[in-house]
Every structure is written in structure tokens, then in C-alpha cells.
């Protein structure tokens, strides 16, 4: 059984920077689409971002060009670098596979943008 283990969501003040981190354990890491999505508050849960396993990414227009989705395939770990944040960011982030995820999840990380 695959697990995910989210961290690094936090407090941030709107157009401040924090960095997820979403290590997955198993062993069919290096050949999966990874993928971070997050959801809101009464909201259905998006897709944010989407990293081939060539590293190829792909983002969903309310993130582009802030956010940076990257991943280490040595360490089974998958990245967010989030820039410029607003407070539209705020939700609960969670990694799964591509683009659609798996049934089972992770607890996430929570992230809120706020002055």
C-alpha cells in the first residue's frame, strides 16, 4: 500500500512563500504522474499541479507562474514552491497520483494565507 505523508503548510501573510513537501512511499515512485491538489473549505478538492515521471509539469491557470512543482525521484518525494500567495490560496493540500488520484489519501498539509 502506497502512503502519503504531506508537510510544510503553515501561516503566510498574502505574496509570502512556503514550500510543500509530499514524501510517497513504495516503490513505483519513479513511474508515476505525482500530483498536488488541494481543497477548500466547502469547496471540492482541484488539481493544482501535475509532474510527469520525466519531469514534465503541468499547472492549473489560477497557480501558473507561482507555483513550481518539482520532484526527487532518489528520495520519493514530491515538491510545491509556492510564490506570491493569496489568500485564495488557502486550503488543505494533498499529494496523490495524477491526475485524478488514487481512492485513498494522505492527511494533507494545511495552508493559510492571511495578514
Known amino acids: 500500500q502506497v502512503h502519503f505523508t504531506e508537510s510544510g503548510g503553515g501561516l503566510v501573510q498574502p505574496g509570502g512563500s512556503l514550500r510543500l513537501s509530499c514524501a510517497v512511499s513504495g516503490s513505483i515512485f519513479g513511474i508515476k504522474t505525482w500530483a498536488w491538489y488541494r481543497q477548500a473549505p466547502g469547496k471540492q478538492r482541484e488539481l493544482v499541479a501535475l509532474i510527469s515521471p520525466g519531469g514534465n509539469p503541468n499547472y492549473a491557470d489560477s497557480v501558473k507562474g507561482r507555483f513550481t512543482i518539482s520532484r526527487d525521484n532518489a528520495k520519493n518525494t514530491v515538491y510545491l514552491q509556492m510564490n506570491a500567495m493569496t489568500p485564495e490560496d488557502t486550503a488543505k493540500y494533498y499529494c496523490?497520483?495524477?491526475?485524478?488520484?488514487?481512492?485513498?489519501w494522505g492527511q494533507g498539509t494545511q495552508v493559510t494565507v492571511s495578514s
Open positions: 496523490n497520483v495524477g491526475p485524478t488520484g488514487w481512492d485513498f
